[in-house]
């Protein structure tokens, strides 16, 4: 069959469909110090992935100075905010665990473009790499897995670059990581459960204390119907100082996701994931973990830490100053959209807790 060109052009453009275009997105919310607490909710349940950890409510968490404002862009001042763990206290190994905060957003979001630009992650000391650490910045929906999650910037122990998971109910691989920088492994292609498909980073600086040494940087998420693709920005980098220039404000242009680059992880959905199907009204998540499912699961096999003590939790009791800088220090959060009927959708969900913490460190 002979196409004409005005059938080739209609394709061209049924091609680009679906593909989200700079100029479509706007700001839809920004999360940073002026509502930071007013807008995320302090869970304080028991940890659902079995950590060693006392996650506090905002009270408890404002009152012992966990969570708050601070310096940050690694300069003084308090224009960031602060989730911070417990480094003061030794605590028992066989007790709740050290105590930490884990925050989720109000709102709910379906596909959009989420740029974090964070100036510090929990890391442990030099000599500990983050032995005992399980920090996560992730997004997720209700009934787990069925409305999937998505970890955006994750990882435990002596891990020195960032792992990127995707976790969502049966019948989502995602085969290839097409698109993302070469350094970037598959490690597991399948998406169900507690597993998840994963991709490991080989990029300097994405986790832990290199990522502060260089004063943190941008992770942005793109969520389409079709790809959930992850960048890492370093401070310094240009493309980070366009991002945070103008403040984000309703009036500055939105970001241009194609002149991000390669996407340090690419989960490109095709024909074995319907992206859409499986991905739905995640709230915005910052925590910060002990041992549990992850950490402590892989401690006995993790050399550098398994040298330190014989359990995750024997470690993590006993050396609260080995978690000074275990905190975050979030700049901003900001949340762009695609303004068509249909294309993104925020929903806002039942207030878990009132209480809004609002103090100065
Ligand atoms: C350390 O423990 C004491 C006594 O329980 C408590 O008052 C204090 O707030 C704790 N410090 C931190 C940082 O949690
Ligand atoms: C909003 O962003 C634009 C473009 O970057 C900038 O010119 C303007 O000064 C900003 N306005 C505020 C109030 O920050």
Known sequence: MVLSTTALAALA???VAGVARAADYALVDQYDK????????????????????DYVDATTANNRQLAGYAGGKGKGGNDAVYLGVDHVNVTQPSGTGRSSV??????????????ADIAHMPAGSAQSSSCGLWPAFWMFGPNWPSSGEIDILEGVNSQQSNAVTLHTSDGCTIQNTAGAVASTKL??????????????????GTFGSAFNAQGGGIYA???????ISVWFFPRDSATTQQLSSGGGNATAPPPDTSTFGQPLAAFVGGSSCSIDSHFR????????AFCGDWAGKVWSSDAKCAALAGTCEEYVAANPAA????????NSVKVYQQQQAGNGAATRR?????QSAKFRL
């Open 323 to 330: 978690f000074a800088d275990a905190y975050w220090l979030i």
């Open 221 to 227: 998420v793109e969520w389409t119907d079709s790809a």
């Open 34 to 53: 002026t509502n930071f607490f007013s807008e995320f909710d302090f869970f304080s349940g028991p940890d659902p992935t079995h950590g060693y950890v």
């Open 187 to 204: 490690v597991s292609s399948n998406c169900y459960g507690s597993t998840g498909c994963g991709q490991q980073t080989d990029e300097a």
């Open 13 to 15: 453009a049924a091609a």
């Open 102 to 115: 884990r925050v989720s957003s109000r709102k709910a979001y379906t596909r959009g473009l989420f740029v």
């Open 281 to 288: 009204d995640h709230a915005l998540t910052f925590n910060t």
């Open 350 to 354: 039942s207030r878990l807790d009132t």
